[in-house]
């Protein structure tokens, strides 16, 4: 089981608008659907702040390990929050925490873990963070 985080601990959090494809058969949103999120924010998030080119930069960030846990069921037609923290960042490796809320609520719906391998996108080799992307995830260390 994902350890819980408090929601006090998170400094980012990613938007997300529920779209009625999202629910599943029960009406609620699917854990895949869940995983794609987790992805989405994390992937926004190194668009936006960090400026990574994850088409055509020389780095890729490859997920090489994934994990939720579930604890309310959202669906269409929620708003919703990733809350997006780093709780171990290595060489070449990060490992993303994560939690998805309802806006204003404590309890999450949903927590993860998610780590990214960075890789030279010509050769598929691991590859050092540049100091740059180091210092900006750093920025998203848990405040426990």
Do not use: K, W
Not at 5 to 18: E, V
Not at 73 to 91: Q, Y
Not at 95 to 121: D, H, K, T
């Amino acid at each position: 089981m994902t350890e819980s985080i408090q929601r006090s601990a998170f400094s980012h959090f990613h938007p997300i608008l529920t779209r009625p494809q999202d629910n599943d058969h029960n009406g609620h949103m699917a854990g895949s659907t869940v995983h794609a999120l987790f992805e989405t924010a994390i992937q926004a998030f190194l668009v936006e702040q960090a400026e990574l080119d994850l088409r055509e930069g020389e780095l890729a960030a490859l997920v090489v390990s994934s994990a939720a846990d579930f604890f309310a069921l959202p669906g269409f037609p929620d708003v919703l929050e990733v809350a997006l923290g780093v709780s171990r960042l290595g060489g070449s490796t990060v490992e993303f925490r994560l939690a998805l809320y309802r806006p204003g609520e404590s309890e999450a719906c949903a927590m993860g873990r998610v780590v990214q391998v960075f890789v030279e996108r010509a050769t598929g080799r691991a590859a050092p963070l540049p100091e740059t992307l180091q210092l900006i995830l750093a920025g998203l260390s848990l405040n426990r």
